[in-house]
């Protein structure tokens, strides 16, 4: 079964930048669309940025402009680039595929944003 690790996770302040890590237990070929999810406390899961076929990157808009997401095919590895983070950006962040599948879902990395 196809297993998805976040890692990169901590405490920044605001204005700061942090760089999550995904490791895939399989190569990226074979796991083309994937996402990164954040959830807030007592919020739902959300969808922040994906990473469709290897080529395409979509945001949301609460993060685009200062959210990257990138893929290193010889790592088997997605990688979101977070700038300029705000409060508001605290979460547990989460990816696996894009659209989600129940079942898939690992621990996540927790980011704080705050001073």
């Known amino acids: 079964q196809v297993r998805f690790a976040e890692s990169g996770g901590g405490l920044v302040q605001p204005g700061g930048s942090l760089t999550l890590s995904c490791v895939v237990n399989?190569?990226?070929?074979?796991?083309?669309?994937v996402g990164w999810y954040r959830q807030a406390p007592g919020k739902e899961r959300e969808l922040i940025a994906s990473?469709?076929?290897?080529?395409?990157?979509n945001y949301a808009d609460s993060v685009k402009g200062r959210f990257t997401v990138s893929r290193d095919n010889t790592k088997n590895t997605v990688y979101l680039q977070m700038n300029n983070l705000k409060p508001e950006d605290t979460a547990v962040y989460y990816c696996?595929?894009?659209?989600?599948?129940?079942?898939?879902w690992g621990q996540g990395t927790q980011v704080t944003v705050s001073s």
């Open positions: 696996q595929w894009t659209p989600a599948r129940e079942n898939y």
């Open positions: 399989r190569s990226l070929f074979a796991v083309l669309n």
């Open positions: 990473s469709i076929s290897g080529r395409t990157a």
